[in-house]
Structure formats: C-alpha cells, structure tokens
C-alpha cells in the first residue's frame, strides 16, 4: 500500500472544535476522501499520563548545567539525553542512568491519567481499533500504568525495546506485530524529536498533544518534522479520528 506523502496539518479552530486544515478554501471545498485507520500507537509520559517529571531538572542533573545549556541550544526541538549519553564511559553512563531513574520513581509515585484517555481508550474499544504503546520509559512505569488505571496497550514497548525513539523500528515492529501498513496507523504523542519524528520515518500518521501551547513558539517554526494533526487535548483526537479517518480493524 503506498504511503501518504503529502497530508495538510490540522489544527482545532477553538470555536468550531471542528479540525480545520492549513490550506487556501479551495481545497477546503473538495474535501480529500477518509484515510483508513486500523490502529493508534501512544506515547506514555505527557500523553497517556500527566506530565510530572521535571525533564530540565533531570537534564542539568545529568548534564551539568553549562553542558546543559549548550545542548538546548543547538536543539531547539529538545534534548534526546538516552542518545546522548550512549557513548560516554561505562562508569559515566551508570551515574547517569541512575540519576534519570531516580527522577522516573519519583514520577511513578505521582502518576496520572491523563484526562479524556480513558474516553479515547474507550471510543477506540468501541470501534474494535487496536492500541499499541511506545515510551522511552522503563518497562515498571508501563506496568504500573497497566495496573493502576486498568487500561492496557499490546503492544507495549518500553526503553528496554532497541532502538527506541525516534527510531521508527518501535513502530514498525507494532505494525509487523498487527499484520498492518504503517500508513494504516498513527502514532499520537507531545513531543516533535521523539514521537512525531518515529511516526514520520515510519510512514504513519502523527498527531502531536501540545496541550500548553509550547510548540506554537517562533522558535519551532522551522523544526521539522511537522506532524499531520496538532491538538491541545485527548478529546481533540477522538474528533480528528471520526472526522477524518475511516475506522477500520
């Protein structure tokens, strides 16, 4: 099945709450026929769940603050500290795989829900779609979310799933594992470095969760990759997926 290679970005118009598309009214009066969709992969921290870990925090910890500072920026989409830190000493790589396993309890202890995942995690059950996971956390804090919440992902792909994000082998493994095209999929996630640019080398669908608005400044303009639909909640995607995708298992 060929890949889309060319989708609009959506955005949510806070009146209509209809996805209004990027494009001229021409294009918006021969609206394109549905894409079918037959699965949603989600990210876990900031997506599924309410962000609670203070990253920058976690970074400078790791980093040291003017190592810190460096790497933000010549990263404007954000710091891949997992990646970072892969060539350094084994010693150096302990301490630093300790440090960000202390701030990834001290998240588990304040673990949320985020709202209207359940209602999107119910609509999809409705439909038959399946849900997959794919997160750069360790594979306790997915467990603990399956657990405490009583939601589950198949597949779920933790940090201990080489290589990770934003690799798109993660996946492309869930899509082997479904029997289904990637560009039958879309991967919904809050971060354009991680889950926004996994979806893209894949070939699925994306959909970012900016729920505070951060991505909307100047300073994102020209990063890429631009996911095909943007939103500020779980709920928005429940309308972009009936709206614009046939659901079909």
């Keep these: 099945m060929p890949l889309h290679l060319s989708r609009a970005i959506f955005f949510l118009n806070p009146k209509s709450k209809t996805p209004?598309?990027?494009?001229?009214?021409s294009s918006m009066a021969s609206p394109t026929p549905k894409s079918r969709l037959?699965?949603?992969?989600?990210?876990?921290?900031?997506?599924?769940?309410?962000p609670v870990i203070d990253f920058p925090a976690m970074y400078r910890a790791?980093?040291?603050?003017?190592?810190?500072?460096?790497?933000?920026?010549?990263?404007?989409s954000g710091i891949d500290i997992l990646h970072h830190i892969e060539n350094w000493s084994p010693e150096k790589q302990r301490k630093a795989y300790e440090t960000i396993a202390d701030y990834e309890r001290q998240g588990l202890d304040r673990l949320q829900i985020m709202p209207g995942a359940a209602e999107l995690c119910g609509f999809l059950d409705s439909k038959k779609m399946r849900r997959g996971l794919i997160t750069r956390n360790v594979k306790d804090a997915v467990d603990l979310f399956h657990q405490r919440f009583g939601i589950t992902f198949s597949p779920a792909l933790s940090r201990e799933f080489r290589p990770y994000?934003?690799?798109?082998?993660?996946?492309?493994?869930?899509?082997?594992?479904?029997?289904?095209?990637?560009?039958?999929?879309?991967?919904?996630?809050?971060?354009?470095?991680?889950?926004?640019?996994?979806?893209?080398?894949?070939?699925?669908?994306?959909?970012?969760?900016d729920e505070t608005g951060r991505y909307d400044s100047p300073?994102?303009?020209n990063v890429d990759p631009k996911p095909d639909?943007?939103?500020?909640?779980?709920?928005?995607?429940?309308?972009?997926?009936?709206t614009h995708f046939h659901l079909s298992p």
């Design 20 to 25: 209004i598309p990027m494009a001229n009214l």
């Design 38 to 50: 037959r699965g949603v992969v989600f990210d876990m921290d900031g997506t599924l769940t309410v």
């Design 219 to 221: 300073r994102f303009a």
């Design 165 to 209: 994000k934003p690799d798109p082998a993660p996946l492309l493994h869930i899509c082997s594992v479904w029997d289904v095209q990637p560009d039958e999929v879309m991967m919904v996630g809050d971060s354009l470095k991680d889950d926004v640019k996994c979806g893209k080398q894949a070939g699925a669908f994306t959909c970012l969760l």
């Design 229 to 242: 639909f943007k939103v500020s909640s779980l709920a928005e995607v429940h309308t972009i997926l009936e």
């Design 62 to 76: 790791v980093l040291g603050e003017d190592e810190y500072l460096r790497i933000r920026a010549e990263n404007p």
